[in-house]
Nanobody, 122 residues
Framework: QVQLAESGGGLVQAGGSLRLSCTAS????????VGWFRQAPGRERDFVAA??????YYSDSVKGRFTISRANARNTVYLQMNNLKPQDTSLYYC?????????????????WGQGTQVTVSS
């Protein structure tokens, strides 16, 4: 069972930056799609970004502000978040699975982390 551990969340002012990290327990994750979803209280889980092979995917709400990347040697995927906005405040989850082409469908991912909280103050 692949385990995913997120880190890097915190409190930041609007316009600031954070970098989230997701480290997997197994190297097999390098063959998976790895991505991020977020969920605010009372709202559905929303797709944020994913990386698979050499391709990256982003939701329209974060395109141009967030960058997803992976370091396979470290079994780690990063989410660099710039120009953060209060509406980015959410619990961010790392996910992994063999999901192509449904990279933005939360139900397709088999492996989920516990989440890391990101709070952006205005």
């Amino acid at each position: 069972q692949v385990q995913l551990a997120e880190s890097g969340g915190g409190l930041v002012q609007a316009g600031g930056s954070l970098r989230l990290s997701c480290t997997a327990s197994e190297q097999t994750v390098s063959g998976y799609t790895v991505g991020w979803f977020r969920q605010a209280p009372g709202r559905e889980r929303d797709f944020v970004a994913a990386v698979t092979g050499g391709k990256t995917y982003y939701s329209d709400s974060v395109k141009g502000r967030f960058t997803i990347s992976r370091a396979n040697a470290r079994n780690t995927v990063y989410l660099q978040m710039n120009n953060l906005k209060p509406q980015d405040t959410s619990l961010y989850y790392c996910v992994a699975g063999s999901v192509e082409p449904y990279v933005d469908d939360a139900d397709e991912y088999d492996h989920w982390g516990q989440g890391t909280q990101v709070t952006v103050s205005s």
